[in-house]
């Protein structure tokens, strides 16, 4: 059991906002999708929570194509949009009810599970208190309890933690992370990096409604090399001290120049070697094509590289 979604496409006149998209989603894992502005996602999101019909492609649950029956994959899917929706003069409880009649549930079934996931998400004490005195954390958990509350089984989050403080945010992962362990399947749209790590299975970074990186975080991290190394001569590089950096360094085994970033050269390194031996080879290669070195860092590669050079080639 799992969503299929399969060659998506959506143009809108003429931009064409989806050109594509597939992916498989088991029960039990998080899909993260990145992108920025622009390349897809919130299209990619509304198809999959009805709100706008695909111009071809297939969405799958169990085999059971979903793409033409709207009242199916709404039942399937629960949606925390990136804006809060509130009437700020109901109280969670009667939130919660108005969320029930939304979604065509009789209130008196689905009261008992209600008030079990306000408890949950830690709004018990503040049930009858009006969700206009809410902080922004308590109105997302309660955002959160009503995308729960008939049960799904693929929540789909947009930006679910932007603007909340750590506490709030640590909250909120952990209520993910429940919901996958209890068999739920997860789509996050987000732009952190440290979310997206913490969260995802699968990463799939969209450019211009086209696939571009795909894979697990750990293998996107691996790809792009074992080492990323940013490189300054001076203080702001210009056009020849960046070319002449790049010659020095597209000839050395084991280095590919990635790219100029606003001060620094990037570069990926695939050796095995520790940070000590490259931080040694780079300074020295530097020294004996007489670049001078105002700086030099060394890490490995996080999922903003990553994210950073798919979107220029790179990846």
């Known amino acids: 059991m799992s969503l299929e979604v399969s060659d998506l496409q959506k143009r809108y006149k003429d931009v064409e906002a989806l050109s594509g998209l597939s992916f498989s989603l088991a029960p039990g894992k998080a899909l993260a999708l990145l992108g920025p502005n622009g390349a897809g996602k919130s299209t990619a999101i509304k198809i999959l929570t009805t709100l706008v019909r695909p111009d071809a492609g297939k969405i799958a649950w169990d085999g059971r194509d979903l793409r033409n029956d709207p009242a199916a994959l709404r039942d399937l899917v629960g949606y925390v949009s990136q804006e809060l929706a509130m009437d700020k003069v109901l109280t969670a409880v009667e939130f919660m009810r108005f969320t029930a009649g939304l979604l065509h549930l009789p209130w008196r079934a689905h009261r008992e599970r209600a008030l079990a996931l306000i408890d949950q998400l830690g709004l018990s004490e503040a049930k009858d208190r009006r969700v206009g005195d809410y902080s922004g954390g308590m109105k997302r958990r309660l955002d959160l309890a009503a995308a729960l509350l008939h049960n799904p089984k693929v929540l789909i989050l947009d930006e679910p933690t932007t603007g909340l403080d750590i506490e709030a945010r640590e909250l909120i992962w952990r209520l993910i992370e429940q919901f996958k362990a209890d068999g739920g399947a997860v789509i996050l749209a987000s732009h952190d990096f ?60 084991g280095y590919r120049v990635l790219d100029q970033e606003v001060r620094c050269l990037a570069l990926a390194c695939s050796n095995d070697a520790d940070m000590g031996a490259v931080h040694e080879h780079v300074f020295a290669t530097a020294t004996r094509a007489g670049l001078p070195v105002f700086s030099l860092n060394i890490q490995h590669p996080n999922l903003e590289d990553v994210y950073r050079f798919s979107l220029r080639g790179e990846s």
């Open 194 to 253: 440290q979310e997206v790590q913490h969260l995802a299975d699968y990463v799939l970074i969209l450019e211009q409604g086209k696939v571009g990186a795909q894979g697990g975080p750990e293998a996107l991290k691996q790809a792009l090399g074992r080492w990323i190394v940013r490189f300054s001569s001076h203080e702001f590089m210009d056009a020849d001290a960046l070319a002449a950096a790049k010659a020095v360094f597209a000839e050395q085994a």
